[in-house]
């Protein structure tokens, strides 16, 4: 009998600490959203804030000739939509630093369409075809200060990167980096500016306060943006893959008035090798206006 009462109070201890356990988990897993949530509204109130400037015809026309042919390829004459922000939705597959293997991911992503701002929040599962155990990770840059965090699910911090000067550098370069999904972003007049390079490439330079990033952007025939491609190898030994040094786009559709890609890969670049970490597909794009 004795033993059966111990038996009987091991079983509601272990059932009070896993209540208790999963009570505390879903806690810590509603905070991580509720931090997403803050830096998705920091984002939108600096987006917000910063009035679009009119590309004049000519600023237009001095920019480099393959810059011109892509917005002529973007925007196909039509002035851009007014528009503060755009949400996006992404899906496909992504490798953790200093690994080698790809695990299904979704992503959701809020940027500021006339500032470099943005925050990035992505789902992946820890174990196959266990649904319920997911890693959450995200990054936001917002006032030129970045803050990158993982969870495992979504409660256990276990990357927790600061703002820097080098990771505040590279969190602007992720902001040009993603800007084929809302070119109004490159016009002359705003954070970026041209350079010449050649007939298919041209260095575009971001600026936020003292802070500036720089990639080199290769423009096919017709006019669309192919790849954004930094001029320096990137650092693989880093516990984070920050930006990437390479981007690339394709398959372009009509959106809102533009032409934007749809599908990506991001890969990180150094001693003449392309490691892609993030591939997939654009699923939902939307701009939202600054009114």
């Known amino acids: 009998m004795q033993n059966r009462n111990f038996l009987v109070r091991s079983a509601i201890v272990a059932a009070a600490l896993a209540v208790t356990g999963g009570a505390l988990l879903a806690w810590l897993a509603s905070r991580t959203e509720a931090d997403i949530a803050a830096h998705r509204e920091r984002v939108v109130a600096e987006a917000r804030q910063a009035a679009p400037t009119a590309a004049?015809?000519?600023?237009?026309?001095?920019?480099?000739?393959?810059?011109?042919?892509?917005?002529?390829?973007?925007?196909?004459?039509a002035?851009?939509?007014?528009?503060?922000?755009?949400?996006?939705?992404?899906?496909?597959?992504?490798?953790?630093?200093?690994?080698?293997?790809?695990?299904?991911?979704?992503?959701e992503q809020t940027i500021a369409v006339h500032t470099p701002a943005l925050v990035f929040a992505a789902t992946t599962p820890l174990l196959p075809r266990v649904p319920a155990l997911t890693a959450r990770?995200?990054?936001?840059y917002a006032g030129g200060q970045m803050e990158m965090k993982a969870k495992l699910l979504s409660a256990i911090t276990v990357v927790d990167e600061p703002a820097s000067p080098t990771l505040n550098r590279i969190s602007l370069r992720r902001w040009l980096l993603e800007s084929p999904l809302y070119p109004m972003a490159l016009l002359p007049g705003g954070?970026?500016?041209?350079?010449?390079?050649?007939?298919?490439?041209?260095?575009?330079?971001?600026?936020?306060?003292?802070?500036?990033?720089?990639?080199?952007?290769?423009?096919g025939g017709d006019g669309r943006l192919l790849s954004f491609d930094a001029e320096e190898d990137g650092?693989?030994?880093?516990?984070?893959?920050?930006?990437?040094?390479?981007?690339?786009?394709?398959?372009?559709?009509a959106v809102e008035g533009m032409m934007l890609p749809r599908r990506f890969v991001i890969a990180r670049a150094a001693g003449g090798r392309t490691l892609p970490f993030w591939e997939g597909r654009?699923?939902?794009?939307?701009?939202?206006?600054?009114?």
Request: proline share 6%; no cysteine; hydrophobic share 40%.
């Open 79 to 107: 002035p851009p939509p007014h528009a503060s922000h755009v949400e996006l939705e992404m899906e496909g597959r992504f490798r953790r630093p200093r690994s080698e293997s790809f695990t299904p991911t979704r992503a």
């Open 56 to 77: 004049s015809a000519t600023a237009l026309a001095a920019l480099p000739a393959p810059v011109q042919r892509y917005f002529a390829f973007t925007f196909r004459g």
């Open 235 to 253: 650092d693989l030994r880093t516990s984070y893959h920050g930006s990437g040094e390479h981007a690339s786009r394709d398959d372009y559709e």
């Open 137 to 140: 990770a995200y990054d936001a």
């Open 282 to 291: 654009v699923t939902q794009i939307h701009f939202v206006s600054g009114d």
């Open 191 to 219: 954070a970026v500016r041209w350079e010449v390079m050649d007939a298919n490439r041209a260095r575009a330079i971001v600026t936020l306060g003292d802070d500036s990033a720089s990639m080199v952007a290769t423009f």
